[in-house]
């Protein structure tokens, strides 16, 4: 694909419904499109809008061994409310074990994600031509400067929300009765892992005043 067709996509998906938007990707590439979800405070949006457009699609997701209960308890109410097919993976248990033992979470964050949440991943994408995942730009600066369809690594990423307001974000909660994350309601904006994540809004609680605002895999 071009990088003027692509420009062209994005022009023409941005005045799109979200379900057109989903719905032209899943019915052009099928089993070649990679569904993920942390199941994180947005997750559930992207989440109810795969489960009425093809909700077998399967929906890939990395539980990093450090995730707090009440994610692993929201992953399953979503997925008893919408009946998705939510397809589980973890990281190396050496490498897990790594970082467990030393704690690296504290001096090298990055790696503690490459190891936990980037390689198990790793193993999938290769297996497809596009990625959706739910990232919404006003969630950080980075994320603020991404199309809704890029190509990233021989991989076409695409952000179906990336122009999503806050706004938008809770009428769509509101008007489908979707449930939110139950830590949501005690000042956690975005959430991760347990070491990593503090109160905050947006995603200030994340790794602290480390500097770092992603665990790495979206660049």
Known sequence: MESMEI??????LSNAHNDV???HILNKYRDEVLITTSFGTTS??????????????PIHFVNTGYLFPETLEYKDKL????????????????KHRI???DELWKDNP????????????????KNHKVWISGLIGYQNSYRSGLEILQERDDLYRYYPLIDWSPEMVEDYFESFG????PLE????????CTHCTKKGEGREGRWGDSGKTECGLHW
């Open 110 to 125: 990055d790696l503690c994600c490459h190891y936990n949440k980037v390689e198990p991943l790793a193993k999938i994408k």
């Open 99 to 101: 970082t467990r033992e």
């Open 44 to 57: 559930a949006l992207l989440i109810h809008m795969i489960s009425r457009i093809r909700p077998r699609h």
């Open 21 to 23: 938007r989903i719905a």
């Open 7 to 12: 420009e062209k996509i994005n022009k023409t």
């Open 185 to 192: 309601r005690f000042g956690y904006d975005s959430i991760g």
């Open 178 to 181: 979707i449930p939110r994350h």
């Open 79 to 94: 997925i008893d409310r919408y009946g998705i097919n939510v397809i589980d993976h973890v990281p190396d248990k050496e």
